[in-house]
């Protein structure tokens, strides 16, 4: 599974982003998937997570502000980023999980993209 995010930018405070991530083949349905971020200078972290289903999870810092969503039928993840704050400001980083079952853990996943810049401004 090969795995294009896209979709950053630079954006104002309290502005919104939508990222996205597609794979390749013909699997993309059988895979939960993940989204993680490292900002400058800060290790990798995880940011969500959807299931196989459509269920998502956040991490608190983005809860109630990213919406995460999946269309299976264009090999598609989705990261919606609403209210967007400085410390937002990241590599973005989707990944997908053969597992499905929920995880934080960045060893968890088997494939990864190459990540997409967001900045946002003060």
């Known amino acids: 599974v090969q795995l294009q995010a896209s979709g950053g930018g630079l954006v104002q405070a309290g502005g919104s982003l939508r990222l996205s991530c597609t794979a390749s083949g013909r699997t993309f349905s059988s895979y939960a ?28 810092a983005v809860r109630g502000r990213f919406t995460i969503s999946r269309d299976n039928t264009k090999n598609t993840v989705y990261l919606q980023m609403d209210s967007l ?30 990540g997409t810049l967001v900045t946002v401004s003060s």
């Open 33 to 60: 998937m993940g989204w993680f971020r490292q900002a400058p200078g800060k290790e990798r972290e995880f940011v969500s997570y959807i299931s196989r289903d459509g269920t998502g999870s956040y991490t608190d």
């Open 85 to 114: 704050k400085p410390e937002d400001t990241a590599v973005y980083y989707c990944a997908a999980d053969r597992s499905n079952t929920f995880t934080t853990r960045q060893r968890d996943y088997d494939y990864w993209g190459q």
